[in-house]
T-cell receptor, first 114, second 116 residues
């Protein structure tokens, strides 16, 4: 079965640079979530989209923005990168927003800031 | 306050034995969902099992079962017949009704090591 696709898998950037992470949800999934997981931490929710509209916002810095496109893929744009942004970034998707809908995660993008 | 508590930072279990990973949660909602995820050292997050707050029966998925005690607000994951490939971080997560359609809250995780 098709899973959530994230690209790139690994990304190395320097401080103050920008980065764009991409996420392709499972076909027919209309909801996309972004998470940031620091080393040894649990995933922290950043932002989510339902039917191409932002549905919730978590601990996303103002330097980051995201959107969901007409084909339901999503991009997380990160600017003025800082050392503390080094983390594993997950995208997850679900079919609808019901309480019983699990979020299916991609393999993540490992971002390293030098 | 922590919404999800996993009191065992690390657990060891002998191969082929059963193990229980603890999860307690805090919510004032009547409707909520509880989920368990597995994260191997390779990093991906794998959905294991779901329990709804109104489900009367404990959820089961293969070797995974959920010991759901609503009054105690606990949702412990039981893995039967442990395998070496079960060695991973395990996260308990909750979605609440007031947070309808939005993010999960994750616990801090438990690292399970299966010994040969």
């Amino acid at each position: 079965a098709a899973g959530v696709i994230q690209s790139p898998r690994h990304l190395i950037k320097e401080k103050r640079e920008t980065a764009t992470l991409k996420c392709y949800p499972i076909p027919r999934h209309d909801t996309v979530y972004w998470y940031q997981q620091g080393p040894g931490q649990d995933p922290q929710f950043l932002i989510s989209f339902y039917e191409k509209m932002q549905s919730d916002k978590g601990s996303i810095p103002d330097r980051f923005s995201a959107q969901q496109f007409s084909d339901y893929h999503s991009e997380l744009n990160m600017s003025s990168l800082e050392l503390g942004d080094s983390a594993l970034y997950f995208c997850a998707s679900s079919l609808g927003q019901g309480l019983n809908q699990p979020q299916h995660f991609g393999d993540g993008t490992r971002l390293s800031i030098l | 306050a922590q919404k999800i508590t996993q009191t065992q930072p690390g657990m060891f279990v002998q191969e082929k034995e059963a193990v229980t990973l603890d999860c307690t949660y805090d919510t004032s909602d009547q409707s909520y969902g509880l989920f368990w995820y597995k994260q191997p050292s390779s990093g991906e997050m794998i959905f294991l099992i779901y329990q709804g707050s109104y489900d009367e029966q404990n959820a089961t998925e293969g070797r995974y079962s959920l010991n759901f005690q609503k009054a105690r607000k606990s949702a412990n994951l039981v893995i039967s017949a442990s395998q070496l490939g079960d060695s991973a971080m395990y996260f308990c997560a909750m979605r609440e009704d007031y947070n309808y359609g939005q993010n999960f809250v994750f616990g801090p995780g438990t690292r399970l090591s299966v010994l040969p």
